[in-house]
């Protein structure tokens, strides 16, 4: 779908006036939602656009920003967390956004509906196309915001799950757990990936290198470089968090190990000596002369298994001291 | 073989005829596959390239773009996963191409059959050599681009055994499944130091530093240059992601301990007591005043085995509790 | 709360005056603590600052230098460890503030009441503003510096934190313990990010690239920049810590799993084979011709126990050369 | 030992000729092998070499090119690796050889005797001096490759190395598997330190940037650069393979506990419960009313063994489930 | 302590001559060790040397060249192993050197006493002020290249303590051999953090951007220049070795465990069934039908034993082959 608004002329909804839209005075702006490849290409052709620059947001390629003779051209992703194929997964799903910034023309290209470029359509509608009297760069640079401003909501998103993972960690040891640490991690990854060149993209807007961008609208550019700056930032932080949960599994595991086999050395140490030597009275010497005769004593059985409540005693006494018990 | 193809002059098979196809009008494309060492020379000889150049081809040395006065030398390589010794291993395997564009001509030589070249001269020759008229920077371009698409093929591969690695490490202390892990990072490493150099290799002529180049052309260079970004990117990823496998592998195989542990301390916690008491039953002093009175009971063999259950319970209650049961 | 004070004309407190303030002769300092929205809006109407600049001390950016015609800005951060939600947790907790330097004016912008500033502000109303007379960029310098005294400060608490922890870890298998070393790294996460930019934006100031801080103003800002240098490094350094500090922890574990183990190997592997061996006399053959005629040896019971104290001696000596026992 | 030949005036045997030697028309090389303290310093003066430059070859630093007025110096390193003291083990050996480039003369000096040096020298002679007509620079081009072919030597034998460790690593777990791999490890730490400055060193010459490096013999180098680059790629490589060895390693010895584990529980968990049930039978309680009347019963011992025998059974096949049998 | 030294005038002990010092023709070297802050002043006036910079040599700030004008400032360490608080501890002491070199001046401060300096300044004496005549350059050169031959010293020492961890490693499981590897890591740690900007700061003198080192000079300073990159390098090669000592550590604790582990299950697995083996002959069923005839037996013993020997003897023949005995 493509629209078209301008200043004092209004939308163009019509595909023939396309060129029109073009030349009109004012700013114009040309958003393709949802666009086919035949959308791509009448848009590329009524602007001049080349076909490859185009094909960059149709293959999805990284966020990067390219200045073309008669236009500039900034390719950023629209980001959102996608509940996985499993439950407690999330997956971060990105749809590539072209903007072309040409002299007083802006187009908007993308092959899904991507709500940040729509608030900002609305918002231009509603003040009746006062927003564009600000320029294609500036209208551009509010479009781009609002995609930043969403990748801020994704790691709000992330940390509450780093959050939640680092309360199980201290006592889980479900294999779900790491699991769940792992698709954090492979989340943050991805993110990295959009934020990463997007900032540096941002970045060649901010520093003036582009003559489709007027100083003053520069600084509003700065803005959103500063912005994805904190966004890589977090990223390593939140990366970095992860993994001292992953430290922290692991030695909740091993703890529980060492806790499992404490119990099992305790109550054998205690019992397995002593069915020792309950099995030597069970022994069948009879009484003859040194064969047993404490089982003849009348209190032989009485002394046995006192010296038994003892040896139990001592050895718990001793498991206390190291920790064990 | 080396096989000759002009735009108008048709086809050039004979060997004779090399020289005669440098100085054919429009752009000549001159292709040797399988070639022998003489074959290498015979070319080089005809185009006046540095028989170090040509070596370079055949000793196989990293991906690199060279420019030489009459000439740009680019060595990219053609990548395949080959079955490995393992029936579960497979092995990046690579052959060079050397690619020379000069003025008005293309050589692209290579020490075995080459997929990607072959694609291209094939259409070369089913459009009547029109592709030849953009150029043979043009031609070089698509020869360069088959063998990258080939990459992205290769991590296609990569990535769905990775997946399959991803599935079988959360349940499977294989030692097998961890030397998967180590075959495809093996893989992985090895088709990082083809990606790497060749992204530099084609971000030489992508950026306009060769004079062989049209600045036309520049743009589906950088075209491959930007496919070779992501290669290298997802390169990284999947290295991550076999990270994080090895981790979820290291801990099933904890766990697996952990759980064996917790199996044998519950068994032996609940009867080694137990094998005590009846021991203590079983020890033979006689039934003298204080000696085990409780055997001739009327009920004490019925509360012994009361008592013992009431034991098996209180410590099923308990081991349920820990969550070891 | 918005104060300025000015060399020779005094304390300005009224609002109003800000305009006055900035025309006053010598060097102005305007400081607002605490600061509303609108406070800060008033300030940056005075002395001709960007919104954009001043949101950038609102919105809590990263630290930065940036030059803007008319006057330097430079965000630097107010850091300080605060105790979190359990006892042995301690958060670095920051708070920015705007340090803007213009031609005879000094303005310092916080939203909170930051103790560094206070102190630099009560030495100037002490010395009746000599300090003044050194110039704005002087000024700001000694402002800088105390921020970034209490980072040392800081950074000396974390050590004697690691220190706290590095006994700890010899000894002590506490899961608390391991939360302990996550926060400390946590921690110096935390502060490298803060530090990080800031040794950045002082070595801006440092190196003359702005063009209001005076040539002989530049050593002191030196001196802040090599404090930070220090301050960085010690941040990696004490991280480092935390890693050995972990591994020690994590030793520490199998150590102790170790030493369980071994207990439960040296007390079974004495006295099972032996209650198998008075097992073996405790079995009902009769003492027909071949069934267990030692059952009626006069000297039968010592032999047996005689002997299975043998075997007990032999096996402590074992385990003793092994350093079981 | 201090040999000089020369183009047409050939060999120069004694010690006085060599000023005459470096006066010589053509190209001299001029060779102190095995040389002593008072050889450098005849070398050196003779050819208006820098006391310290020599120096740096006998004090053995590391491997650089530096230009100086009148020659070029490069130092490189002849590697060899030689057995080390345990069997196992294998260390990188290394002997500075010191190549200084003038107009139209070569001289290199080594305190040792040095193979590849050695292999050029012979090859002049026996083509009676043909390959000096070819320039200092190509000689000792020539030099230096011969030495970083012996690199390429000693990477064969480590790469061999590391492919017994891996194989040794799926199925041993002795400490000496790991020290072997640690060795390796040391020798790719030292081979990367002699390989990664030699890189730069004959970068510094292939790149053009040495007035005695002909514009014509560049090439040469670039061709030995090539192969350097190559030995540190694989020098990263090789370690990456050494740490995947060193994780399946640890693994084998993890599955291995893990085994025992298993075997243990097994046995334990089926017998412990039934010797407890025999001991159950074995207890000394009479046959009154309720005490242990099957033990009256005709098919009471055959019942219980039959019981048992069941209890065997479904452990038996509970444990297969499981694989842990 | 300050004393001063002058070719020709001779040395020079009052204070008053401080300024006298200066303005003596040929090179003066001004030394004030175990300096007071008076004498800290009293010499930075005499030289025209900035209040600063004197500072930062009793800051203790890390080493750097500045150069000022009128001189060049570089800040060096005296380093030296302090034995540490527990006996197998050594830390790295370090003390600041301050050398400032002025056109015909050389001036050095320390708080403390340095033998480097000291030994320089003996040889000068001794040589009759012969080594002044080289220049202030020359002398500094020689005091640096002093405190850098101490380093050498240092990873020396260091050298032998990772040798004699690693032969501990392999067998010792002690955590105080743990604590030994964190200690060395330590001091290589702080011992980085000298060498690492001792190398800029000399490598500034020896490019020749210094104004007071001329230029015949440098190639000294390049030497010391190449030491101090000897220095960093073994200081990783260092930190390598300790990452594979604690490598071999952990797993021979590993090892340990596994060792335990089999004794504890070959000692359970042949002797817990026997005993279940031995408990069913020892059950108190009659000898009425089926109840156990074999009791009755004239062989029953004999066989029974008999069938359990040869049980313990192919189960010891399993866990050979197995190797676990």
């Not at 040891?173 to 954090?184: C, F, G, P, S, W």
Request: proline share 3%; aromatic share 10%; charged share 25%.
């Amino acid at each position: 779908m493509i629209e078209a608004i301008a200043f004092e002329s209004g939308s163009v909804d019509a595909y023939d006036d396309l060129a029109a839209a073009r030349e009109a005075s004012g700013t114009t702006w040309v958003r393709a939602t949802d666009a086919t490849v035949a959308e791509f290409e009448r848009v590329a052709e009524a602007f001049d656009i080349h076909p490859l620059t185009v094909e960059d947001v149709r293959r999805d390629v990284r966020p990067k920003t390219e200045e073309f003779p008669g236009y500039s051209f900034t390719l950023v992703k629209d980001a959102e967390l996608r509940r996985g194929e499993q439950t407690f997964e999330e997956e971060v799903d990105d749809e590539p956004v072209g903007v072309f910034i040409g002299p007083g023309w802006l187009v908007t290209l993308s092959t899904a509906s991507v709500a940040a470029v729509e608030a900002v359509w609305r918002r231009v509608e509603q003040e009746d196309q006062r927003l564009l009297t600000r320029g294609a760069d500036f209208v551009a640079c509010r479009v781009i915001d609002g995609l930043v401003d969403e990748y801020l909501d994704i790691l709000d998103q992330l940390e509450s799950q780093i959050e939640s993972i680092e309360e199980a960690v201290v006592t889980s040891t479900d294999i779900e757990t790491l699991e769940r640490i792992n698709a954090v991690r492979r989340d943050l990854l991805a993110f990295r990936k959009i934020a990463w060149p997007t900032r540096e993209a941002v970045g060649v807007l901010a520093r003036g290198d582009s003559a489709f961008v007027a100083t003053e609208t520069e600084k509003y550019y700065r803005d959103v470089y500063d912005h994805l700056v904190q966004v890589v930032d977090l990223t390593e932080t939140y990366r970095d968090l992860t993994s001292g949960a992953r430290d922290i599994y692991l030695n909740t595991l091993s703890q529980s190990t060492n806790e499992v086999m404490k119990v099992l050395t305790v109550v054998a140490t205690i019992f397995i000596p002593l069915t020792f030597v309950v099995g030597v009275y069970g022994m069948n010497f009879g009484d003859s002369q040194f064969n047993m005769p404490e089982l003849g004593w009348p209190m032989g059985y009485p002394a046995v298994m006192l010296g038994m409540g003892l040896v139990i005693a001592i050895m718990v006494v001793q498991f206390r001291r190291r920790g064990w018990l």
